[in-house]
């Protein structure tokens, strides 16, 4: 299987020496990129034309976090370019109904931008009031960078959708780290769902032919929550946070779309800090449930 092994020398030695990092964390952002099997070489070459010359693992870090920001974040994202050849799901037709979401965290920017607070967009969803809703998307979407978008299939997490915590159980399945409330705090979330139909059509407003795509470890800077998947699997898969780390759920990114009210499905808020998380113990046993469901024993390297 094809990795990312660098033409560039410099690159090379600087990933050799951020994979013998002594700290799990920084290790698990090397592994993202020495494990990365779904960038093409075509991809993979403008990347290295940004981070060239990098001679250090912190230089190699600032590289991939400036490819991110300047080529990823952009309204023309290379992950999506047909001459970077998109890392595309396996061969297979998508049924346009299929349902997909994602948690969004409720941004006190645009809040302030629609006039309106957290408690008049809970009451909106709630109720539904649809000038307020409008107000909000509105102010939202020329908000929003043009990056790629984390999704899922809603029929895998339809159960924890059920539930009166379901904010805190999508953070652990999605693996978003990041949505950390500290002790007393909360962080209002919404849950964006939406057709393959949907995205399809902001794809062709877009002239995009492969909108729906396998994550890699170039569609993010250095994130030690990611976790690329073996390219013989379809999808990409989230690294739970315990205690659902021994599943996998699908992840795959897809073209950016503009929401609309009807695409806000619920509300809720993140109320439980992130547990403490052992990252080696989290990685290698992630590590060991990708290589059983693609049946790859040599993928990937586990953290010593």
Not at 104 to 123: F, H, N, S, Y
Not at 288 to 299: K, V
Request: glycine share 4%; net charge neutral; hydrophobic share 45%.
């Amino acid at each position: 299987m094809r990795r990312m092994l660098f033409a560039d020398p410099a690159l090379t030695a600087a990933l050799s020496a951020w994979l013998l990092a002594p700290a799990p964390k920084d290790r698990a952002q090397a592994h993202n990129l020495g494990f990365e099997e779904r960038v093409s070489a075509e991809r993979q070459a403008h990347f290295e034309t940004v981070a060239g010359g990098a001679s250090s693992p912190t230089a190699l870090a600032r590289g991939q976090t400036d490819y991110f920001n300047d080529y990823v974040t952009n309204n023309t994202p290379d992950t999506f370019l047909d001459s970077l050849v998109p890392a595309r799901l396996v061969p297979g037709l998508l049924d346009t109904a299929q349902r997909i979401v994602r948690l969004e965290k409720v941004r006190p920017d645009v809040l302030a931008a629609a006039g309106i607070t957290a408690a008049d967009l809970r009451d909106a969803v709630h109720s539904p009031n649809a000038a307020v809703l409008d107000a909000f998307v509105n102010q939202w979407n020329p908000a929003r960078d043009g990056r790629p978008t984390f999704a899922a299939w809603k029929s895998e997490v339809r159960d924890a959708l059920r539930e009166p915590n379901w904010a805190d159980l999508m953070r652990d399945r999605f693996g978003l780290a990041h949505y950390d409330p500290k002790p007393g705090q909360i962080i209002p979330v919404l849950l964006m769902e939406y057709s393959v139909a949907d995205v399809l059509q902001a794809a062709r407003d877009a002239a995009i032919q492969h909108p729906i795509v396998v994550p890699t470890a170039l569609d993010s800077g250095p994130w030690e929550w990611f976790f690329p998947s073996p390219s013989g699997l379809a999808y990409g898969r989230t690294m739970p946070l315990p205690p659902d780390a021994h599943r996998l759920f699908t992840e795959f990114l897809h073209v950016k779309m503009s929401y609309r009210r009807d695409h806000i499905a619920m509300i809720g808020e993140i109320r439980t800090p992130v547990a403490p998380i052992d990252m080696r113990a989290l990685r290698n046993r992630h590590l060991h449930a990708l290589r059983a469901a693609a049946g790859r024993p040599d993928f990937g390297t586990e953290i010593p």
